[in-house]
């Protein structure tokens, strides 16, 4: 039979604070954007978004590290598609962590002509439009690390994650303080 040691005190907290920090992160990722970054998209029957640039803008506040990695770009029908993997390095572990998205884009073809008549595509539609489908496939990748990136900005029925989480911190911080008065006993 083998017997397992018990962890060090040290190693309670360690564990403890990791997850409470761990938790705070994650209550920052779900806090609701702030209201006047979300735009309406009329091309998209004014569905909400936040521009890239506020993507990227909390990519660098939140991981301070961040690079996009295409994995795939391909034409279907009259759009350039691309899946991307965002890399991000979490503050608190400073592993790297991924999430991969995928966005597309139109190409444009000359008033009147076939959407799949590649033979009026406009002179600079491919330059425009494949970096626009970059564009979407970061927010994509993005939205799934949390709220504040965009997650759930146009669902009817969302659940309410950081509420839970600040509940869990809150427990977390209580441990990890009884943890620590019952180790100068």
């Not at 626009?132 to 659940?159: C, H, M, P």
């Not at 509420?163 to 209580?174: D, F, R, S, T, V």
Request: hydrophobic share 45%.
């Amino acid at each position: 039979m083998t017997k397992k040691n018990l962890p060090a005190l040290q190693d309670l907290y360690a564990d403890l604070e990791l997850a409470a920090k761990n938790t705070e992160l994650n209550i920052l990722l779900n806090q609701k954007p702030k209201a006047d970054w979300i735009k309406k998209n009329p091309f998209a029957n004014n569905s909400n978004y936040i521009p890239i640039e506020k993507i990227e803008y909390l990519l660098t506040s939140i991981y301070l590290k961040w690079k996009v990695e295409v994995k795939h770009w391909a034409i279907a029908a009259n759009s350039i598609v691309v899946t991307v993997r965002l890399h991000v390095k979490c503050p608190i572990t400073g592993e790297w962590d991924w999430q991969d998205g995928i966005g597309a884009a139109p190409i444009q073809t000359a008033k009147g002509a076939a959407a799949t008549d590649f033979s009026q595509v406009n002179t600079l539609s491919v330059q425009m439009v494949a970096p626009a489908a970059e564009s979407y496939a970061v927010k994509d990748a993005a939205e799934k690390l949390g709220q504040i990136f965009g997650k759930d900005i146009n669902r009817k029925d969302v659940i309410e994650v950081a509420p839970a989480m600040e509940n869990k911190a809150a427990g977390l911080k209580l441990k990890l303080e009884q943890l620590k008065d019952n180790s100068h006993v």
